[in-house]
């Protein structure tokens, strides 16, 4: 009744390309000979690799091999959807080793433009390539027919390169990428001074040519002028007001729109003086600035935002002497802290001056806002913050207020042209804009800060949110260090360039068969509408491109799709499906590239079988639809892991307009109708019920996902919950499945390290547990073994065996969180200790304090939560009723 804790897949190929059609006589297919020479596939006689697709092509499908028909695909249960990373780096066999060096060749068709790609048929003769999407006959370029043959092909064109990256030459370059640091200065002095040593830290990791701001706040916002040489020298801005891009610039004496003069208004009718502007060097200042016609950005990029190399002095000196804030608090009130201002101020200052140019926003708080706009808690300490159950009950007045606020922040970029003052209305100014500047929210502190009210923000600009205690943690200062990391330096072209990314946009398209329902993970909808738009929805739909704002290599998005095909008659054999994925971003050396990755694969047409089925199959016929054949190539194309973090995403998007309750209902169902689709069974004998191999670990992941904190909210705050779901909605497969099943190692004397099952029987006492949770990484003791080591038997040289066995799991720990990020929560505890709780709350409560005998070993898990052997039986019961 239980599983395997390791997840494995046969070994098998992948496909060459091959057309979606036989082409008329004076066509050729360039690939054909290649293909022909290399006669492999996806599947190898009943077997598919379901992972090596990710490997080439960084996408990873939950089927491989689609139903050919609206109704098949329906009872498939299990979403039909993919897991695409933008920016994995592939294998030289599998992608140009460097990006192309020009602009890429694009279908004709207006609703079209799909890329130029391997599954395209070729005429060499006339020159002519038929878009495998429309159809549509396309002439190659003058250059491109003047050289093209059989035996001399583009990079495009070749048949293992299905994924090109291109670098645009149309596109000037934007220059390098910049960095606002907003600093919280109502936290702790001790807070202060080791967030101040992480930034210089960062400081050392830039490119000499990055743009860095600096702007503190606590009350009030303080924008500091960086230009300025002799003295530090900010500008005050009140914390109590949002501000827009127009009104930031005129505060700080950078004009507005239009330009105005560099004296920030005077001498005509304009705008004050900046409060709190000196005279004497402000005048220095204005005689040798420019002459009228620099604009508010330029005087924005000359005096509060330059090159880390220019700058970097006066930013530390800044940076040493920072003070906590100085207005005093009463004892029966919170402090001042004004996030939501600071957020508006920082945002207006990159639309002001970079408007088309990567940035981001980098937030640090100590704490929750509570002051002026995005405000999530009253002043008076009489008044909680908010709990799951104000916010069931819809009793907390702040929090949607605040959520409409950091929505209009999200939606305000690209419209400091002309909107009028106000989030709301700026909001509508330009929905189809990508975001260039990222915000990332790095919040350390005991107490809740807003994470849930600024999600929206962090997530439609593609942000990092990053959630711990202090600032003096590893979790916030080894994580802020690898925001920054660079490639390899034998990375082809992008050797020790920063891995980040700007302003990404995704545009999908499709074959005509299927439509696209939407996508999960941070993005938002640009609203652009196509035929193979589905009507039903999923997470952002109703569109076929989407903005992702700041990307990394491990940002990874799950697209659904419907498939539209009626199914009154079968598709042709060996007819094929397209999706193409095309990624345009600017990549951290100012350039804009494009990446397009193209799919193919198979339909399956199910025998038609009309006459009602008069006897129940025999136990283990498999097949399709519960033993109607003897093979199914939809079922052995599962690939449970990708479909249990497609299912994983649903189920925390509809957590956002659902009771959780209900959630878990829903996923209840879709299990059961899974098994009862694809298992083998006699009707109404659970005994009978079978999995194939390829559905045998589905029940076990959505039975820890069923007691994960992304669908549990026991025990988590409101902000948790948010930062738990926000990073399971951005991550990997295999960090997402970490996530949902977290993976347990065993290490005892009688052998090597082994894969444990995550079950309370795998608790012994002479035996050490490594967990991983992807957010925990935990080293458990078992009773006997932190005897030993309390007594010191690892000291001395005839224990050399038990000190190595100590050690082992440690290294093994650091090696876990040598790359991960958020860096971990680093945790070494004892059986029956208090820290042991972050392992039993994760094990299958096999043997609890109900359970009779004591269960035959291992450690009793104080819960009323079932096991996964009574899942199974009730998932088996269920799934065979007639």
Not at 296 to 319: A, D, K, Q
Not at 747 to 773: E, M, W
Not at 856 to 876: C, I, K, Y
């Amino acid at each position: 009744k239980s599983f395997p804790p390791h997840r494995t897949a046969p070994p098998t190929a992948l496909p060459r390309p091959i057309s979606t059609s036989k082409p008329r006589s004076f066509f050729r297919i360039h690939s054909q000979r290649l293909i022909s020479a290399n006669s492999t596939t996806i599947m190898q006689g009943e077997h598919w690799d379901v992972t090596q697709s990710e490997e080439t092509s960084g996408a990873r499908l939950s089927f491989h091999c689609w139903p050919s028909s609206r109704l098949e695909a329906t009872r498939c249960v299990a979403p039909i959807g993919a897991l695409y990373t933008p920016l994995k780096k592939l294998p030289p066999s599998c992608a140009p080793p460097s990006a192309l060096q020009y602009d890429p060749i694009r279908c004709s068709t207006a609703t079209c433009h799909a890329v130029l790609n391997p599954y395209c048929q070729v005429d060499f003769r006339t020159k002519l390539w038929v878009c495998p999407f429309c159809l549509t006959r396309n002439h190659f370029p003058p250059h491109y027919a003047e050289n093209i043959s059989e035996t001399n092909l583009p990079a495009e064109l070749i048949p293992q390169f299905a994924t090109c990256e291109y670098e645009l030459p149309s596109v000037p370059p934007a220059g390098p990428p910049a960095f606002v640091f907003c600093i919280d200065t109502c936290a702790h002095v001790e807070e202060l001074t080791e967030l101040a040593d992480s930034i210089q830290q960062v400081l050392n990791l830039l490119p000499g040519d990055s743009l860095v701001g600096l702007i503190t706040f606590g009350t009030n916002v303080q924008v500091h002028e960086l230009g300025f040489e002799g003295l530090p020298k900010a500008y005050v801005i009140r914390g109590n007001k949002e501000y827009a891009p127009q009104k930031v610039g005129q505060l700080l004496g950078c004009g507005g729109v239009g330009g105005g003069n560099p004296n920030g208004g005077r001498g005509g009718p304009a705008p004050p003086p900046p409060p709190g502007a000196p005279g004497q060097p402000l005048r220095q200042q204005q005689q040798n600035a420019p002459p009228s016609h620099e604009t508010p950005g330029s005087r924005v990029l000359r005096r509060f935002l330059l090159p880390v190399s220019e700058c970097s002095m006066t930013l530390e000196s800044i940076l040493e002497d920072l003070r906590k804030d100085p207005w005093p608090v009463p004892s029966d009130k919170r402090v001042a802290r004004c996030t939501g201002c600071a957020l508006s101020v920082a945002t207006s200052l990159l639309d002001l001056a970079l408007p088309r140019r990567g940035a981001r926003v980098m937030m640090f708080v100590g704490g929750p806002c509570t002051s002026g706009p995005g405000a999530i808690v009253s002043r008076l300490k009489t008044e909680d913050i908010r709990s799951h159950a104000d916010l069931s009950r819809d009793a907390e007045p702040l929090h949607r207020p605040a959520c409409e606020f950091y929505a209009g922040l999200s939606k305000r970029h690209g419209a400091a042209g002309g909107a009028k003052k106000g989030s709301l209305t700026q909001a509508a100014a330009n929905p189809t804009a990508s975001s260039m500047h990222a915000v990332d929210v790095f919040a350390c502190s005991l107490d809740q800060v807003g994470i849930l009210e600024m999600g929206e923000l962090v997530e439609s600009t593609g942000g990092y949110m990053v959630l711990g205690d202090s600032f003096g943690q590893s979790v916030f200062k080894e994580s802020l260090r690898r925001v920054f990391r660079t490639y390899d330096d034998d990375v082809p072209e992008d050797g020790g360039k920063m891995q980040m990314a700007f302003g990404a946009t995704m545009e999908v398209l499709t074959s005509r068969e299927f439509k696209i329902s939407g996508a999960i993970g941070p993005v938002t909808s640009l609203g652009k509408k196509g035929p193979n738009v589905s009507d039903l929805e999923v997470g952002r739909g109703g569109t076929n491109a989407w903005s992702l704002g700041g990307i990394d290599p491990g940002t990874t998005i799950a697209v659904y799709f419907d498939i539209s095909n009626p199914g009154t008659s079968p598709l042709p054999e060996g007819k094929r499906r397209f999706i193409q994925f095309l990624t345009r971003y600017q990549h951290s050396n100012g350039r804009t590239r494009l990446r397009a990755t193209t799919l193919c694969g198979p339909w399956h047409n199910p025998p038609r079988d009309d006459a009602p089925r008069s006897a129940p199959p025999r136990p283990g016929a498999g097949g399709y639809d519960g033993g109607m054949g003897q093979h199914d190539p939809v079922k052995a194309s599962f690939d449970q892991e990708a479909a249990a973090v497609l299912l994983a995403r649903v189920a925390v998007e509809r957590t956002e307009s659902e009771d959780v309750a209900d959630v878990l209902r829903w996923v209840d169902r879709s299990l059961i109708r899974l098994g009862a689709k694809f298992a083998d069974y006699v009707p109404d004998d659970p005994s009978s019920f079978r999995l194939s191999p390829e559905f045998s670990l589905f029940p076990q992941f959505v039975f820890h996902l069923r007691r994960s904190q992304f669908l549990q909210l026991f025990n988590s705050s409101p902000d948790e919950a948010a930062y738990y779901r926000y990073i399971l909605n951005r991550e990997s497969t295999t960090n997402s499945l970490v996530m949902i099943q977290p993976t347990l190692l065993s290490y005892s004397f009688s052998g090597p390290p082994q894969p444990a099952l995550l079950d309370s029987q795998s608790v012994r006492p002479d035996t050490i547990l490594l967990l991983d949770t992807f957010f925990h990484v935990v080293v458990f003791h078992g009773e006997t073994c932190a005897a030993w080591r309390e007594q010191k038997y690892h000291e001395r040289e005839e224990h050399a065996a038990f000190r190595d066995l100590l050690e082992a799991p440690h290294a093994d720990a650091h090696t876990i969180m040598e790359n991960r990020f958020p860096v971990p929560r680093y945790i070494t505890c004892d059986q029956h200790k208090s820290e042991a709780r972050f392992l039993m709350a994760k094990l299958n409560p096999s043997t609890t304090h109900n359970t009779e005998n004591g269960g035959g070993g291992g450690a009793q898990v104080f819960t009323d939560d079932v096991s996964l052997r009574v899942f199974m039986e009730h998932l088996m019961k269920l799934a065979v009723q007639s």
